[in-house]
């Protein structure tokens, strides 16, 4: 637009009138929009504060030190009615983060297998992974959520006649409940030898990647890092005389009392956002492999690897490039979905924000925070993402 | 500034962009579009509940009916808004609904902070509980441990919370939005203890699969007086509205009903002249912005305060709630409506 101003009088005078200026007219309509947007915003803003002030509503975000007075089913942290709704929205939103991680996580490595599976010779997998991505695709994901629910309550067992799993683990209509880790004194030793156990299953991969570039010699790097995880706290847990113990859930009342317990709210909500965005994560991922030439497979098996690893290796590194940025879509979504938590009474952040809203009254400042929030989200999970892809993106020498 | 901005934007969004609720004279408002937009359940059968064919009907689409009724003379001139527990306060508060006829309790934070004014109320309730008959218990101290099914938004929600600590028990909540989702739930054994108005558990139970496995507790944790809550700052309005209901509770101390209404206007009681407008120069009604015919028009639309009850939700309906304190004052309830004069 600076051009338009300094552009010298000499050369724009020989097409006349100002009026037919292109670059005049272009700073016009942009001028005229903006006012208008301005206007609309200001008129929108004006009417608010006018019809808050007549409904006689203190606005601001005061309230959030209020005591909630309300309870929350579900809560990482600790959590009471006497808690303010300050914590009450925190225990919301780690619930929110809760389920977007785990579905994530699940989403990616079923998407994963899907989209490959779509690619298999095998024709049964094939069109198993085909008949999945159209069902899973196609149907609203409230649904599916309404769909695991219900299936949850329908299938699982009542309190008094739970199914008992293994490690003692039991399972009905109010969620699994399994043992709840009691850390004793000296059980911070375990702790650290498992974060060391992590660290060393680090050095390990580093090592074995370096050997094998300068030697060609390959490494089990996969058992040894099994080995140092699982071993290396087992042998202090013994050593420190075992200081962790376990509150095992026994039957009481009325349910399970004791031990930790995972309700059927948020597994349902869980199992369908998984479900629902594999299915679009398997498309991602076949696209991505598609869109690496033939040639490179073709190359791969001339030169002998098996088919395996012709995948892992050659395939997968390049498709991940097409992948990623879609990928992150799909991402943002799951988080996105999440939020339909609340026709199931999942207590993310929107169900609890909703309880505070109707409590309160402060509708504006709840959706405001809503709003930050998700976008807050979003963007750090664009971010993490768009690091990842440049991370991945090929390295021309 | 630029974060009241932003309030005021999202506001834009919440307050529907209303420009009808910054206009004061809700009466002017309606006679205008020619309906009253009234705000309901989703479906509480007794309450407010559409049949198949989407005809509304309850005690509190009863009040709806006759509000259009004290103004347009016809009862059928009204629009229903359903709404969730969550939904009915932006609804009211944005203009979207002239009056929330929704089994509301009145308590002091609405009246001031959300900024709504209730007077009349038209159903004395308490907070109650139900749980199955198998499971045996007599008392609602004996639920500590219990999963209590829960609907969010209600001062139902907050009294649970403060019963079950003052009372040192635990609770397991499950709280859901939309009463639907609560009765499917419960129904479905996801909780042990279903909880909310007295009356509202005697209408959810005719609604599970198996009524007869399901008990009312004796404890009622809490006041709840319900009424129809309108918005600060229209005291014609909600003149209105409160006479509708002393209207209703006078006819039937009168023995005013949908019946005898036409005979009653010859009744030689100057009371009764003076309620149905008879009276000569009689300003009973236009000092209220309608007619003097308001009070019969009510009454010929849904009957007196005892007919309503008993049609809905009293001996006359399914649910057969007791009138108890919802009786007229003078038969033991605390019913009771200022003199019309």
């Known amino acids: 637009m600076a051009i338009g101003v300094t552009t010298t009088p000499e050369k724009s005078k020989p097409s006349g009138s100002i009026i037919n200026d292109p670059q005049v007219r272009g700073i016009f309509y942009q001028v005229i929009t903006l006012v208008v947007l301005a206007a609309f915003v200001y008129w929108v803003a004006d009417n608010t504060i006018e019809n808050l002030k007549r409904a006689n509503i203190a606005s601001g975000y005061d309230f959030l030190n209020g005591r909630a007075g309300f309870d929350v089913g579900q809560s990482l942290i600790a959590y009471t009615s006497d808690s303010t709704y300050q914590s009450a929205l925190v225990v919301g939103l780690l619930n929110t983060l809760l389920v977007a991680v785990c579905g994530i996580f699940t989403a990616t490595i079923i998407g994963f297998a899907v989209g490959i599976g779509r690619l298999s010779h095998n024709w049964l997998i094939a069109k198993l992974s085909l008949a999945y991505v159209e069902i899973f695709r196609n149907i609203p994901p409230l649904l599916v959520i309404f769909f695991w629910y219900s299936g949850v309550l329908a299938i699982l067992p009542q309190p008094r006649e739970s199914a008992a799993l293994p490690l003692n683990m039991f399972l009905n209509n109010r969620g699994l409940a399994f043992p709840k880790p009691i850390f004793g004194d000296g059980s911070l030793y375990t702790v650290l030898a498992f974060v060391l156990a992590i660290v060393a299953s680090f050095l390990v991969a580093r090592y074995a990647r370096k050997k094998q570039e300068a030697t060609g010699q390959r490494f089990p790097v996969l058992w040894t890092s099994l080995g140092l995880i699982i071993g290396l706290p087992l042998l202090t847990f013994l050593a420190t005389g075992s200081p962790i113990t376990f509150d095992v859930p026994i039957a009481g009342k009325f349910n399970l009392t004791g031990g930790s317990v995972i309700g059927p709210e948020f597994l349902s909500l869980f199992l369908a956002l998984s479900f629902y965005t594999a299915a679009f994560i398997a498309e991602i991922v076949r696209a991505g492999i598609r869109g690496v030439s033939k040639g490179q497979t073709e190359a791969a098996h001339a030169l002998g690897i098996r088919p395996g690893l012709t995948t892992r290796l050659v395939v997968v590194p390049q498709a991940l490039r097409i992948i990623i940025p879609p990928l992150t879509s799909q991402y943002l979504n799951l988080t996105k979905n999440s939020s339909l938590a609340v026709a199931i009474g999942y207590a993310d952040l929107v169900a609890v924000g909703g309880t505070i809203l109707n409590q309160t009254g402060q509708s504006i400042e709840i959706v405001t925070i809503w709003i930050v929030v998700y976008l807050s989200l979003s963007l750090a999970t664009s971010l993490f993402m768009n690091w990842f892809n440049a991370r991945m993106a090929l390295v021309e020498r | ?341």
């Open chain 2, 1 to 341: 500034m630029a974060k009241r901005i932003l309030t005021a934007l999202v506001g834009a969004a919440v307050m529907g962009i209303g420009t009808q609720a910054a206009s004061g004279a809700t009466l002017d408002d309606v006679k205008a579009k020619g309906f009253v937009q009234c705000g309901v359940n989703t479906g509480l059968a007794g309450f407010a509940a559409p049949d198949a064919s989407g005809n509304w009907s309850g005690f509190d689409v009863d009040y709806c009916k006759a509000i259009a009724a004290a103004i347009f003379a016809d009862g059928s001139k009204v629009k229903y808004t359903p709404t969730s527990a969550k939904e009915r306060f932006p609804a009211l508060q944005s203009g979207e609904v002239d009056v929330l006829a929704r089994n509301t309790t009145w308590t002091i934070n609405r009246d001031t902070a959300l900024g709504f004014n209730f007077r009349p109320v038209n159903y004395y309730d308490g907070q109650g509980f139900m749980v199955r008959k198998s499971l045996n218990v007599k008392s609602a101290l004996e639920l500590s441990g219990a999963a209590v099914c829960v609907q969010t938004g209600t001062t139902t929600e907050l009294n649970l919370a403060d019963y079950f600590k003052s009372n040192n028990l635990q609770y397991n909540p499950v709280v859901f939005e939309k009463l639907e989702e609560v009765n499917a739930a419960y129904d479905a054994g996801r909780c042990d203890v279903y909880t909310t108005d007295q009356s509202g558990l005697y209408s959810l139970r005719l609604t599970l699969s198996k009524p007869d496995d399901h008990m009312i507790l004796p404890e009622i944790i809490s006041k709840e007086p319900l009424g129809p809550a309108v918005r600060q700052g229209d005291d014609q309005w909600f003149d209105i509205v409160t006479w509708v209901h002393y209207a209703l509770i006078q006819a039937e101390d009168f023995g005013i009903t949908q019946a005898n209404v036409e005979e009653m206007k010859k009744s030689a009681n100057p009371d009764v002249q003076r309620f149905l407008g008879v009276e000569a120069d009689s300003k009973i009604g236009t000092d209220l912005g309608l007619t003097n015919e308001w009070a019969v028009n009510i009454i010929k639309t849904v009957g007196n305060y005892g007919e309503v009850f008993d049609r809905n939700i009293g001996a006359g309906s399914p649910l057969k709630i007791e009138r108890g304190l919802n009786a007229l004052w003078s038969k033991g309830g605390i019913q009771y409506a200022p003199p019309v004069r």
